[in-house]
């Protein structure tokens, strides 16, 4: 029944349920049964005041399938400018049952936009190629729509003009109606992979007034125009294309435009080096060699030139190494130190042994992990010369870890070294196997794990300047007011100290039900009770039956779901937190 105290009394009294005679819907009434042809009773009602009596009309039309309801449904669409999503979602359902999707698209002339978008979400649900025919519409909403169902519903005989989009002016700016629509456009041209859709993605990253992130975008999707990832570049969704396809023409493309592209912004600098690199495109170095050597380019990109040299075996890369080895950024000399190791394999292992003993911890922990790599006599003496020290305490804290790594990268030569250092480590300590986590992480990795690793979840309970969760408390000034053995702990066994006033309890009612959160309040006659999902309850203090304390709401288990270098670079995110969050109105 669709009976509601709140549903007009005429609708509750004509139309109370529906069922299926022979293959067609009827609806019947207390009083009559409506003829499926002659739908007209249902019409009027799409005009009520009430809108989910209007709704609920439509969706009843929509199990009539009759052609005589498209008219009133089209008026009822005209008659709800976007204001009620649940009323154009019924009058959209009804008419994709009513109507095939060429009567749909027939309809199309002359009707007003509420109409037309009603008519798009229609034939979304139908899949139909029809769609194409909105891709032009005026509306930039319904244009949109449409190419969100051909894309979205993978309307595979529409792609080619989705496609196509590309060769009219596309919107440009920063929001997220233009970014949702390029987005569809170009990978629509990505999916269909040939030479003329590659020129339509190169029209879009050489586009100086779309965003960054739509330039990046379109050059990610040049890098892997051979090797599609088998997930969809817009949703995510499993969609595969190809193994492998042909490529061959890219470099060609790229050949005119990629000094352009190395002159951007950061992002697209790094992406366009990497290009040149992939695809051998011999005519850039120049520019990669200008880039590498510009101190006030960002670093990351001159990094990602020197590589895209290496790459090339540019003519310059000797004494470019050699001079870079010198530069004031320690990411810049760990580039080149990597080229020169390349080019003079009989100096790798005292120029490493240099950036170890004399170099900033970025350098020292990438000399260890290039060592590692390497594979050789000379750099497994070098690090076995360092391990040595690791039991009796004289390795630095910073580069623990990565010796230890490095240890089990090169496999049995020298594992025994982090055997012995195992060996000397407390048993009853729950901390000593962490503790060469204190310190040496990466800030940035760190924040990724915290507010982007869905294992970790730190997030869904915690805030950092007013980003996060209420659950358990603001970790804005972790860093100022707890050491790193603090946040240690926190992360390794989370029950042994809890914040003040996050104290988990556990309240058992007279009733027999059981809850269990963070108690927030005390006073009164209530206690206040924060549960995991953030939601605040009240509990008669009278009806509580027993308080008991309980566990923290971190998982007792989220160590296992972070290495040794994850919680490294976690605590050195959270040590850095020394900024309260600004008050929000």
């Known amino acids: 029944p669709l009976t509601n105290q709140n549903m007009n009394t ?27 042809s002659e739908p007209s009773e249902l019409a009027r009602l799409l005009e009520d005041e009430d809108l989910r009596v209007r709704s609920l009309a439509a969706i009843a039309i929509g199990k009539l399938r009759s052609r005589l309801s498209i008219q009133p449904l089209l008026k009822m669409l005209d008659d709800n400018p976007n204001k009620d999503p649940l009323v154009r979602h019924a009058a959209a359902l009804a008419l994709s049952r009513s109507a095939v999707s060429e009567e749909l698209a027939a309809l199309l002339p002359g009707a007003a936009p509420n109409a037309r978008m009603g008519i798009t979400l229609a034939l979304r649900r139908q899949k139909s190629k029809e769609l194409a025919k909105l891709l032009d519409d005026p509306e930039p909403l319904i244009a949109l729509e449409a190419a969100r169902g051909i894309h979205d519903e993978e309307i595979a005989e529409a792609f080619p003009q989705l496609a196509a989009l590309a060769d009219q002016p ?57 090797a599609p990832s088998p997930l969809d570049r817009v949703l995510g969704a499993w969609r595969p294309i190809a193994d492998k396809r042909d490529a061959g023409f890219i470099a060609n493309l790229l050949r005119s435009q990629l000094g352009g592209i190395i002159s951007g912004s950061e992002s697209v600098q790094k992406l366009g080096a990497e290009l040149a690199a992939k695809y051998g495109i011999q005519e850039v170095e120049p520019v990669l060699v200008a880039v590498a050597k510009d101190v006030s380019k960002a ?69 260890i992990r290039q060592a590692a790599e390497r594979a050789a006599f000379d750099t497994d003496a070098l690090l076995r010369d360092l391990l040595s020290g690791l039991a009796a305490g004289k390795v630095a804290p910073s580069i623990q870890l990565d010796l230890i790594e490095a240890a089990h990268a090169r496999g049995e030569q020298l594992l025994h070294h982090v055997t012995a250092y195992e060996q000397t480590l407390d048993p009853a300590d729950p901390l000593a196997k ?95 009770l924060m549960l995991a999902d953030g939601t605040v309850i009240s509990l008669p203090k009278d009806e509580i039956d027993e308080l008991a304390k309980g566990q923290s709401a971190m998982p007792d288990d989220l160590i296992k779901h972070l290495s040794l270098a994850d919680v490294r670079d976690l605590v050195e995110y959270l040590a850095q937190q020394k900024t309260p969050a600004p008050k929000v109105a």
């Open 10 to 36: 005429q609708f509750v009294r004509k139309v109370t349920k529906s069922r299926s005679v022979d293959g067609s819907f009827v609806v019947v009434g207390e009083e009559e049964i409506l003829d499926p």
């Open 170 to 226: 596309m919107p440009s700016g920063d929001d997220g109606l233009t970014d949702a629509l390029v987005r569809r456009v170009m990978n629509a041209n990505f999916r269909l992979g040939q030479k003329e859709h590659a020129e339509r993605v190169l029209k879009f990253a050489t586009n100086a007034s779309l965003s960054e992130s739509l330039r990046v975008e379109a050059l990610e999707e040049l890098k892997m125009w051979d």
């Open 299 to 367: 670093t990351i990109s001159r990094v990602a030139a020197l590589h895209a040299l290496d790459q090339l075996k540019a003519k310059s890369l000797a004494d470019l190494a050699a001079t870079s080895l010198e530069d004031k950024t320690p990411e810049v000399r760990v580039a080149a130190r990597q080229i020169a190791i390349r080019l003079n394999p009989d100096a790798a292992a005292e120029m490493l042994a240099a950036a170890i003993s004399h170099g900033t911890l970025i350098e020292q922990q990438a000399a």
């Open 434 to 528: 962490y503790r060469v986590s204190l310190e040496g992480g990466d800030a940035k990795r760190g924040a990724d794990i915290f507010f982007g690793r869905s294992s970790a979840s730190c997030r869904r309970c915690h805030s950092i300047q007013n980003s996060g969760g209420a659950v358990g408390p603001d970790l804005s000034v972790i860093g100022k007011e707890k050491d790193r053995e603090y946040l240690l702990e926190a992360l390794v066994v989370p029950n042994a100290k809890i914040a003040k006033g996050f104290e988990p309890v556990i309240a058992v009612m007279d009733s027999g039900k059981v809850y269990a959160g963070t108690k927030k309040s005390d006073e009164g006659e209530a206690l206040q």
